[in-house]
């Protein structure tokens, strides 16, 4: 019988890791039940349900109620983890890959695991078995084929996991209420090592929630799951589970489960812990198993970025004795980390083209958290996504880790840490494994919307050696598979995750499962991948060492980089190299190289590079006698002759546009030295428009290649809205390419409450009517008015709108208006947004009507309106809803966009009011009166259209919802908060100061 328990044991500890101090929790189970066993026999033609190939949207992921803070967190600048260029060492491309699923179910939740003889793949909610050379043995079909408990139980999120020390493979997927059956977790593990005749035992796990995102663990004394369960409160619930593992292997009855809270986790609404994960056959000591965490600072209750460490420890004898403690909060060796996008939304990542956002998985260790026993220590590597540069253009890049435990019950630390963003792409969706001898291979997902280079999601790989450089990915990038097309769905659902395993047999051998797209299809890939030693000899080229770009001269060294990619160590092999394919230089490299290791070479003999302006090829290879690959032996770089002195602006970094510039903005730019020789004292300047140009000198040592920020120290006016044209300069004397010298951009001051217009002429409007709205009168003031307390309903199901509007001066068609709706509420009136566009008010003092159509799949709810008028010949861009016109007004209104068929539920939230009440210090509280009680989502904007905040909110009181916000760490400016379903929502404005 399913029962809740209180904690059995509290506990409170101070004690000193490696990390800080901190009181840690010890509590007992939360949640104690058992299962029966139901068998099922072995795959046949017979009980296999085919595919159903319907499309279906699966349960979206649960949120809870935790809180960002904007503004709040480190790094403020790069991520000082960041990995920026691209490994070098070239590895073969993969050995094998299939499509593993061709599905429309959203999201598909692609997972695999790699057994002795079969991969057994899964995803919402069907499964396939292949053998290892990507043949089908069991063809894609319902979940429900396993029989047993998961006979019509098809709901989702399955995980595939095969249990290397048993030889077993393990099937989970959740199943949410149903009537009179509880919601469970679902769990088949087959009878013996053959997935296919081998017959499963089937257990369900009656839970009192949804165990939503469940990710499955092994550890010597259970399956451990973890959970995205009780979001909302997830340190009072239990949320990781225990199975008896060692009985389910048997096939036994009454299978126990535990379920555990977690004693002070933080999260940002969503969240996904991640349990450590037993990968080869050595299994560790019972006892003291791990769960693990990110926590980011940018979250409530977070001071600082850290890992959050949690031990369990099952008495299967006792149940009550069975603890789950704080462990470690490691700091130590952790870069600060943003795991924070768009405050929390799920639509993150831009893809090609006019394809919605797609999400970026954030919040969640993902899977797997691979843990391996080696010879004198313990390792566990992991990964999750963070936003890699301060600037408010997102760029996705993969935090990973490597943690070593000296022995068994000692404290992990930080052996590596990398953030791996090569370059402008966005990577994220990463799963990571540790082969046998401590590689690490590294599968991701890969988006760009750069129209130059667009890159559809695509799936590739990387990894590192043992013994490469610390917080490396050193091998080159290599693709698995290139999307042709975005994510489909509006919901922009990606994943939810993807799935690394590695091959028992070799220990070496990676498979990787993801996601992406062929039209509307999603498909996934999988792809097999080595890059570990198999040969004995084996000996390769891998890059250039010097020289690189500079002015070179007439006798240049040469050096260059070796791998010995094999399993024995080599010397006294013949290196060689050649310029422009002239003749080949060729020496012996006499000393001793391991495997799988780097040396360096330098030749004798030099080489004439003396040519200013010339690009060299230089060639150079290895001839290694008895050389099992010869694909290796030889690369081709090209290195270039550059002119002495060339040095260049490369951006201008401040101001950025904004709101609210002053009349004393600092100006930075940065340069970079394009020439072969170090510069010092450069010249410097920039100008504003035509104003006077403000020079001065950089006095520091530029290095060759290197760029420099330089701020100057004179300031800049820009306290007037409107755009602004920016060029910055250098000049240095004898510059050998004027062309880069010089860069011109353009910032604008967007005081979107453009106060400052002209109206005194009569220019703007003066008279406005719409709905029920009738304003007549309108003053003048300064040019802006602020009328958004009132609001009209428009019926989006009519279509048609007409507003009316006088202006008090008009003369030669220049009196022009334009209209624009916030229908997405992020605070900027976009182009698509701009339903009447430059309309010629051609009379003063007298009303016209304009019509406009409300779109047919407008957003239901509240929304701002923005109206301009002005004299269209003079400064100022009507058309730009946050410039200054010189001669005219704007203002703003609120609407509210009904529907004939609405549902009753948003009838009442149509009734309802929203306020944003200020308690000083910048804390805002943002209360919605209704009894209306399913949860809301409420977001906030910055005048960027930045979403800053993005949660799930809960009339926890019965007649209003109540949320607090921290904006103490904002910048100063105006806010856009929504409270409201997705369809349906109310918008107020507030000032932080």
Not at 447 to 459: H, T, Y
Not at 677 to 692: A, H, L
Request: charged residues 20%.
């Amino acid at each position: 019988m399913m029962k809740k328990i209180s904690a059995l044991l509290i506990l409170l500890l101070i004690f000193h890791l490696n990390s800080v101090a901190q009181t840690n929790e010890i509590v007992g189970p939360a949640f104690i039940d058992s299962a029966k066993v139901v068998k099922s026999g072995a795959l046949t033609k017979d009980n296999l349900i085919p595919s159903s190939k319907k499309p279906k949207l699966y349960n979206p992921r649960n949120r809870g109620i935790n809180k960002v803070v904007p503004g709040k967190g480190l790094p403020k600048t790069t991520d000082a983890a960041l990995q920026s260029k691209m490994g070098d060492i070239p590895v073969k491309a993969p050995v094998l890959t299939f499509d593993g699923a061709v599905t429309r179910s959203t999201p598909s939740d692609p997972t695999g695991a790699v057994g002795r003889d079969y991969y057994v793949n899964a995803w919402n909610s069907e499964f396939a078995i292949w053998d290892k050379s990507g043949n089908v043995v069991v063809p894609e079909s319902s979940l429900a084929s396993i029989g047993g408990t998961f006979t019509n139980e098809t709901d989702g999120d399955p995980i595939v996991f095969y249990d290397e020390s048993a030889d077993r493979f393990v099937l989970m997927q959740f199943s949410t209420e149903n009537g009179s059956t509880p919601p469970a977790l679902l769990f088949a593990v087959a009878q013996g090592p053959d997935p296919v005749n081998s017959g499963w035992y089937t257990y369900r796990f009656d839970l009192e929630d949804l165990p939503d995102y469940p990710k499955i663990s092994v550890w010597n004394d259970g399956y451990y799951i973890t959970t995205n369960k009780n979001a909302r409160a997830p340190q009072g619930e239990e949320v990781v589970f225990v199975l008896e593992r060692d009985r389910m292997l048997q096939g036994s009855d009454d299978v126990r489960i535990l379920g555990f809270s977690l004693p002070g986790i933080r999260n940002n609404g969503f969240y996904s812990p991640a349990g450590f994960s037993v990968v080869g056959r050595n299994l560790p000591p019972p006892g003291n198993a791990p769960i693990i965490y990110l926590q980011d600072d940018e979250w409530v209750g977070v001071n600082q970025d850290h890992l959050k460490l949690w031990l369990i420890n099952v008495d299967w004898t006792s149940l009550g004795n069975s603890t789950i403690a704080e462990s470690q909060e490691i700091t130590n060796g952790i870069s600060p980390f943003d795991a924070t996008f768009d405050g929390g939304s799920f639509q993150n990542l831009p893809q090609p083209g006019e394809a919605v956002d797609i999400d970026a998985l954030q919040g969640a260790m993902m899977y797997m958290t691979q843990y391996r026993r080696f010879s004198g220590y313990n390792s566990v590597v992991m990964n999750f996504v963070v936003d890699v540069e301060p600037s408010p253009a997102k760029h996705a890049g993969i935090r990973w880790y490597e943690l070593r435990q000296q022995a068994d019950g000692q404290p992990w630390t930080v052996y590596q840490e990398g953030t791996y963003a090569p370059d402008g792409s966005d990577r994220f969706s990463g799963s990571i494994g540790i082969d046998q001898r401590g590689n690490i291979g590294m599968g991701f997902t890969v988006v760009n919307d750069d129209p130059s280079k667009p890159v559809f999601p695509s799936i590739r790989y990387t990894g590192r050696f043992a013994n490469d450089p610390l917080g490396t990915m050193t091998v080159e990038e290599q693709s698995i598979v290139e999307g042709d097309s975005p994510q489909p769905r509006p919901e922009g659902r990606y994943g939810d995750y993807a799935h690394l395993s590695i091959d028992p047999v070799d220990g070496i051998t990676f498979w990787h499962n993801a996601e992406y797209f062929r039209g509307t299809d999603r498909v996934n890939k999988v792809g097999v991948f080595s890059f570990s030693a198999t040969e004995p000899n084996d000996v390769g080229a891998v890059s250039l060492i010097s020289p690189q770009d500079a002015t070179l001269t007439t006798a240049e060294q040469i050096s260059v980089r070796i791998r010995n990619y094999g399993l024995n160590p080599q010397s006294n092999f013949e290196v060689s190299y050649s310029i422009n394919g002239g003749p080949q230089v060729t020496e012996i490299f006499t000393e001793s190289i391991g495997p799988e290791s780097f040396a360096t070479f330098t030749f004798d003999e030099t080489a004439d590079l003396s040519n200013v302006g010339e690009t060299y090829t230089i060639t150079f290879s290895t001839n290694l006698v008895n050389d099992s690959n010869n694909n290796n032996n030889s690369i081709d770089t090209q290195v270039r002759n550059l002119p002495p002195r060339d040095v260049g602006v490369v951006s201008i970094d401040s101001p950025e546009t904004s709101e609210d510039l002053t009349a004393n903005e600092t100006i930075t730019i940065t340069i970079e030295n394009f020439g072969g020789e170090p510069q010092q004292d450069i010249p410097v300047s920039y100008q504003i428009g035509n104003n006077t140009f403000v020079n001065e000198t950089y006095n520091q040592v530029l290095p060759v290649g290197e760029i420099a920020v330089y701020t100057f120290n004179q300031t800049a006016n820009f306290e007037g809205s409107g755009r602004y044209s920016i060029t910055a300069t250098t000049n240095l004397s004898e510059d050998f390419d004027p062309t880069n010298d010089s860069i011109t951009e353009s910032i604008v001051n967007l005081n979107c409450i453009p106060d400052g217009s002209d109206c005194s002429a009569g220019d703007g409007i003066f008279y406005f009517e719409l709905g029920d709205f009738l304003n007549e009168r309108i003053p003048c003031t300064t040019g802006y008015i602020d009328f958004s307390k009132g609001s009209t309903d428009l019926d989006r199901s009519v279509g048609e709108y007409t507003v009316t509007v006088k202006t008090n001066f008009a003369e030669d068609d220049v009196e022009k208006f334009s209209l624009w709706i916030d229908f997405n509420d992020n605070a900027v009136f976009e182009d698509e947004e701009r339903l009447i566009t430059s309309e010629v008010i051609p009379e003063e003092d007298r009303a016209f009507s304009y019509d406009f159509t409300i779109p047919s799949n407008a957003k239901l709810g509240q929304h701002l309106l923005r109206i301009r008028a002005g004299d269209t010949s003079f400064s100022g861009d009507l058309n730009d809803p946050c410039s200054v016109m010189q001669y005219g007004t704007t203002h703003d209104y609120s609407v509210n966009i009904i529907d004939d068929t609405l549902d009753p539920e948003d009838l009442i939230l149509n009734e309802a009011d929203l306020v944003v009440v200020s308690y000083g210090n910048n804390i805002y509280r943002a209360i919605m009166e209704t009894n209306y009680d399913e949860p809301l989502r409420i977001t906030v904007h910055n005048v960027l259209g930045q979403k800053l905040i993005e949660n799930q909110i809960v009339n926890e009181r019965g007649d209003a919802y109540v949320y607090e916000i921290d904006m103490s760490y904002a910048a100063p400016g105006v806010y856009l908060l929504r409270v409201g379903t997705r369809d349906f929502g109310k918008v107020e404005r507030f000032i932080v100061k």
